[in-house]
């Protein structure tokens, strides 16, 4: 029996085969689950990328600014998941900032419409996403979302930062308030991995650098398998209390000075 044996999920931001929601998508497969994927505008290529998993997933757009779409997703993942729709996981992978929002200068430049749009894909959606699900989640369910922990200021990351802090917090109100329905609310904290949105973000290299010689764990940019294993114990029943929680899949990075 693997760890998620029998489990429905939920996973979304699938772009790439580098995607971390691609490698969680695929250990969770492994471990037993059936997974529905989300795609945004590019849908032809995450379907491509859907045949690519173990098991072919099926895949059902969603745009998480959008209302209408939101309204309609229990609808539209519904024939996916059996004769008793249910879910028992979904994992929330999905940020975005424009360029005026990353790099050197942009936290003093940025104009206030592009930081609403990289708070409300990258934060509020968590939020936009839980609740629209909510007729689908029962007793014991585990919504995940990937962080960066934004305790501190980092070079370059500036509103996509402020839009992680956020997204923190809203992990603590959502846990709150779904966890009286039984319904548990995390976030893994991931360290730099080379994914295509990694790569969009100026200056990722200084991560790349420091991360593997300072984390006493060590650090490989180029295995996102480790973050993978952790959103899926997650997603499983063997964190059961566990709630509110930034996790950290990071090499030990967070718990060291300089």
């Not at 699938?14 to 037993?32: M, N, P, R, Y």
């Not at 984390?215 to 952790?230: E, F, H, M, S």
Request: proline share 6%; net charge negative; hydrophobic share 45%.
């Amino acid at each position: 029996m693997g760890l998620l044996a029998g489990k429905r999920l939920l996973i979304t931001g699938v772009i790439t085969d580098a995607s971390l929601a691609f490698h969680a998508a695929k250990l969770a497969q492994q471990e037993g689950a059936d997974v529905v994927l989300t795609g945004y505008g590019r849908m032809r290529l995450v379907e491509r990328i859907a045949q690519r998993l173990p098991k072919p997933a099926p895949v059902v757009e969603l745009d998480v600014t959008d209302s209408d779409q939101l309204d309609s997703l229990v609808e539209r993942i519904s024939p996916h998941l059996g004769d008793a729709p249910a879910l028992d996981g979904v994992l929330h992978s999905i940020g975005f900032a424009p360029a005026s929002c990353l790099g050197e200068g942009a936290f003093l430049a940025a104009p206030w419409s592009d930081v609403a749009t990289t708070i409300q894909v990258s934060a509020y959606s968590f939020k936009s996403l839980s609740t629209a699900l909510l007729p689908l989640l029962g007793e014991g369910a585990s919504i995940v979302g990937m962080d960066f922990d934004n305790r501190q200021a980092w070079p370059a990351y500036d509103w996509m930062g402020v839009a992680k802090s956020t997204l923190e917090s809203v992990t603590r109100y959502l846990a709150r308030d779904l966890g009286p329905k039984g319904i548990r609310v995390n976030l893994v904290a991931a360290g730099p991995v080379r994914t295509m949105a990694a790569k969009s973000i100026p200056g990722f290299a200084a991560f790349e650098d420091t991360w593997d010689t300072r984390a006493p764990l060590g650090w490989d940019v180029n295995d996102p398998v480790p973050v993978a294993k952790t959103v899926c114990a997650l997603l499983s029943d063997w964190m059961p209390v566990t709630t509110g929680s930034m996790v950290w899949a990071d090499g030990g990075f967070h718990a060291v000075g300089v």
